[in-house]
């Protein structure tokens, strides 16, 4: 036994000597390509038509899930990730661990989009949200009573009744479950049957409530450091990044990018993300919402400065 045990290390370096280099890129070249349909099944996943997306009750998940349609459309972004996804396992990590939150998010407003099909039109479903938002003061992707009362909603689409007796007469009809709020689809569903809120009346009323009560930034304006960071928030370190990657296109200009140039494709595909609004959203939500996140785009700052160093060097 002892002399067993004295051999394997032996006979474990033989093995590995005869290991040939095609079967250790075949190994690898496996790898790449599981990794690469993982990827490429998230982004179908991710990637949804308008009105499922307008069902996304969360609006800083919206926002991440509308620049992950953005980049799936945008061949060198896609790309960029695609490259980062397989070859960094951090990036990879944190995005696996942030997918099935995505996915459920994603199922559950496809049931919601399947339940309205039928009752309003892709128009009256987009409007229905940006009023729906306007009302949910704390993004909470229900009405309460308390925020239908400091919208002045009722008010607006029925002055006659006294206000109380119209919010109750709301809440009958369009909270369906009893639930003592007003969930997306149930106030969709109300809108579509309701002679003041149909079709192109909806833009009024929501002008007049988001005229009413306190200003409603961009959904994103409200996130805060999580970490303590009082000397750079995210949001701010995010812009300033953003920024670099600006200077970093003017400062090298073209970028010539060889077939096998990986990190040349991530290159190209970070200064096409900055110019695309809604890619610059989703991942300003992911960097300030979510610590892993936030680490893998650190790495892919640190990398990409790296290979702007590189390439803008004199030969």
Do not use: H
């Not at 609004?277 to 650190?298: H, Q, S």
């Amino acid at each position: 036994m002892c002399l067993i045990l004295a051999l394997l290390p032996a006979a474990s370096a033989l093995v590995q000597r005869s290991v040939s280099p095609q079967m250790q890129f075949g190994n690898r070249a496996a790898r790449l390509q599981k990794r690469t349909a993982r990827f490429d099944g998230m982004i179908t996943k991710l990637s949804l038509d308008p009105a499922t997306l307008a069902c996304v009750d969360n609006t800083r998940l919206r926002a991440v899930l509308r620049g992950v349609a953005e980049a799936g459309r945008a061949p060198d972004v896609r790309k960029a990730f695609q490259v980062l996804y397989e070859d960094m396992a951090p990036i990879r990590m944190s995005a696996d661990l942030i997918f099935p939150r995505l996915e459920a998010t994603v199922d559950e407003a496809t049931s919601s989009s399947q339940t309205l099909a039928d009752k309003a039109s892709l128009e009256e479903l987009d409007a229905a949200r940006r009023l729906f938002d306007a009302i949910d003061a704390d993004g909470s992707g229900e009405i309460s009573r308390e925020e239908l009362v400091g919208s002045g909603l009722i008010s607006i689409i029925n002055p006659e009744e006294p206000e109380g007796a119209a919010i109750d007469s709301f809440m009958s009809d369009a909270d369906t479950d009893q639930s003592d709020g007003v969930s997306f689809v149930e106030f969709a569903t109300y809108a579509a049957s309701c002679e003041q809120l149909e079709g192109a009346d909806l833009a009024d009323v929501l002008a007049a409530v988001n005229g009413q009560g306190e200003d409603r930034s961009p959904f994103w304006s409200g996130g805060s450091p999580r970490d303590g960071e009082a000397a750079e928030p995210p949001s701010a370190r995010f812009t300033r990044m953003v920024e670099k990657f600006g200077e970093w296109e003017q400062r090298l200009g073209v970028v010539d990018v060889q077939e096998n140039d990986r990190l040349g494709r991530v290159l190209l595909g970070c200064f096409a993300g900055t110019r695309v609004p809604e890619i610059v959203e989703a991942l300003k939500v992911c960097y300030v919402d979510f610590k892993p996140l936030r680490v893998a785009g650190d790495l892919i700052f640190k990398v990409v400065g790296e290979v702007v160093e590189r390439r803008s060097a004199p030969v």
